[in-house]
Nanobody, 118 residues
């Protein structure tokens, strides 16, 4: 069982920056692909970015060049640096831990609200 706790959300003006953090406990952290997802108001949850244990990353087109995902395997932390934020980035952001062996292991945090507004 993996527990994930996000922090760092808040209200920011367009063009501003925020850094989200996700603390993981339980499980073997390096075996999981870690990711950030978001759910805008009235919409479905969508992928923001993922990062494998070795550091390979994947980004949604909408955040490419503005957001950076990183992980610290020693501290069991995942980060999302968000720059040049836009109103359309407003959403609840969720941390995710995923791996597939014989079965799929899929864990979610409780989410943190990010609001981009002037």
């Amino acid at each position: 069982q993996v527990q994930l706790v996000e922090s760092g959300g808040g209200l920011v003006q367009p063009g501003g920056s925020l850094r989200l953090s996700c603390a993981a406990s339980g499980g073997i952290f390096i075996t999981y692909i870690m990711g950030w997802y978001r759910q805008p108001p009235g919409k479905q949850r969508e992928l923001v970015a993922t990062i494998a244990a070795g550091g390979s990353t994947n980004y949604a087109d909408s955040v490419l060049g503005r957001f950076t995902i990183s992980r610290d395997n020693t501290k069991k932390m995942v980060y999302l640096q968000m720059n040049n934020l836009k109103p359309e980035d407003t959403a609840v952001y969720y941390c995710n831990a995923w791996k597939k062996t014989v079965v799929v292991f899929d864990y979610w945090g409780q989410g943190t609200q990010v609001t981009v507004s002037s």
